[in-house]
């Protein structure tokens, strides 16, 4: 049991280089997220799947596309990477349980846009 | 997700108890409060959840009062890896946009 995997560990990107970014969670989650995180500052949500099909923005999502798959994968692509898209991408999942739920992280990705 | 406040930050030293307390006025009938734990460079990691009274666990105990508008995260016995950002989450409904604040970020020194 894995948990969240997410891939690759490290990327660095020349700025205008596309890549994506993948998640996956064998813990049949329903809903799955990203969040970037830059240095020294807060969490900040990128956008959101509450399920398959389904994918929301959150705060921050200019710059970047996401696809659900499927039940355990969800993507995100830089489509033309900029040096301000440089920080840790974190994904996360969570089962919809009426209330008590957790979410759980995957170990992140740093890219840095140069 | 209700609103919720907690400290900036908070300092302690090794072997001192740590309480973080977190205010959530607008907490709805059904929300339930959580704490997540992040150490630099990882995601955060779950620690503890309760919905009423007390909940203790092998990391932490979470104090909730009967009204419910604040809870106390309690670190017994802190050592410098306990040196984190803690994040107090109120009423989090997966599907839902989940917005984290910027959380406590406690040091603990030697």
């Known amino acids: 049991n894995a948990g969240v995997t997410q891939t690759p560990k490290f990327q660095v990107l020349k700025t205008g280089q596309s890549m994506t970014l993948q998640c996956a969670q064998d813990?049949?989650?329903?809903?799955m997220y990203w969040y970037r995180q830059d240095p020294g500052m807060g969490l900040r949500l990128i956008y959101y799947?509450?399920?398959?099909?389904?994918?929301d923005k959150g705060e921050v999502p200019n710059g970047y596309n996401v696809s659900r798959l499927n039940k355990r994968e969800f993507s995100l692509r830089l489509e033309s990477a900029a040096p301000s898209q440089t920080s840790v991408y974190f994904c996360?999942?969570?089962?919809?349980?009426?209330?008590?739920?957790?979410?759980?992280f995957g170990s992140g990705t740093q890219l840095s846009v140069l | 997700l209700a609103k919720t406040t907690q400290p900036i930050s908070m300092d302690s030293y090794e072997g001192q108890e740590v309480n973080i307390t977190c205010s959530h006025n607008n907490i709805a009938t059904n929300d339930y409060i959580t704490w997540y734990q992040q150490f630099p460079s990882q995601g955060p990691r779950f620690i503890i959840q309760?919905?009423?009274t007390k909940v203790t666990n092998e990391v932490a105990s979470l104090f909730i009062p009967a009204d419910r508008k604040s809870s106390t995260l309690s670190l017994p016995r802190v050592s410098l890896s306990d040196t984190a950002v803690y994040y107090c989450?109120?009423?989090?409904?997966?599907?839902?946009?989940?917005?984290f604040g910027k959380g406590t970020t406690l040091s603990v020194s030697s």
């Open positions: 799947s509450a399920s398959e099909g389904t994918t």
């Open positions: 813990m049949n989650h329903n809903s």
């Open positions: 989450l109120v009423g989090f409904k997966a599907g839902t946009a989940l917005i």
């Open positions: 996360a999942s969570s089962v919809n349980r009426g209330g008590n739920e957790k979410l759980f």
């Open positions: 309760g919905y009423k």
